[in-house]
């Protein structure tokens, strides 16, 4: 069965650092999106791609978070600095076209000391 | 603004029906999905519904009411393995992303 994946699964930075992730989708899905968790929240969209393109980054704090698809497959999130604030669960999901249908992978769960 | 309400956390025994409520205060409503999300682990897709009534999904149904911006998760036959966190969440329009709400917390003991 074919799943998201993501990398690095558990991610520990000192803040000011840079940190990146790396999300792969399920071949053929042209959305993707990166969601932010924080513990006891639901999901937040930090960005939407459809292929190669940004739909919707407006909840992206762009002073310090970027996230590219180059060529429309896989994904990287960087953070640069990191703050004690990102702590998180960073999610990526793909959908093939239906947006209510999401396939997430594992996360990466991102402690800043 | 936009928001989603849901119970914080519900507990049952196994066996049992429970069901989990969700209303929402969104510009502009395309559909209401439900996910499941173990500890720890990755939400999961459960069910969606874009027009009013049931939708039916083994021991778990869905339910939407557009006028009354209401859903509901109906799970049945309760087991152990269902305890999880769920979420409601809205999608705008086709193909855009979802606004969640913060999750219920569903317990379920022997």
């Known amino acids: 069965e074919a799943e998201v994946a993501q990398s690095p699964r558990y991610k520990i930075t000192e803040k000011s650092q840079a940190v990146a992730f790396w999300c792969d989708p399920i071949s053929g899905h042209a959305t993707l999106y990166w969601y932010r968790q924080i513990l006891g929240q639901g999901p937040e969209l930090l960005v939407q791609f459809q292929d190669e393109s940004v739909v919707d980054d407006s909840q992206l704090p762009k002073d310090r978070f970027s996230a590219e698809r180059l060529k429309g497959v896989d994904s990287t999130l960087k953070i640069q600095p990191a703050e004690l604030g990102d702590s998180a669960m960073y999610l990526c999901a793909s959908s093939p076209g239906r947006g209510y249908e999401q396939y997430f992978g594992p996360g990466t769960r991102l402690t800043v000391t | 603004g936009q928001s989603l309400e849901q119970p914080s956390e519900v507990t049952a025994v196994e066996g049992a029906i429970v069901q989990i409520n969700c209303t929402y205060q969104?510009?502009?409503?395309?559909?209401l999905s439900w996910y499941q999300q173990h500890d720890g682990g990755a939400p999961t897709f459960l069910s969606y519904?874009?027009?009013?009534g049931l939708e039916e999904t083994g021991r778990f149904s869905s339910f939407l009411s557009r006028s009354d911006s209401y859903g509901y998760l109906l799970l049945q036959e309760l087991q152990m393995k269902d305890s999880a966190s769920y979420f409601c969440a809205v999608g705008h329009q086709a193909g855009t992303a979802l606004i969640f709400g913060k999750g219920t917390t569903l317990s379920v003991s022997s």
């Open positions: 519904n874009a027009l009013d």
């Open positions: 969104t510009s502009g409503f395309y559909g």
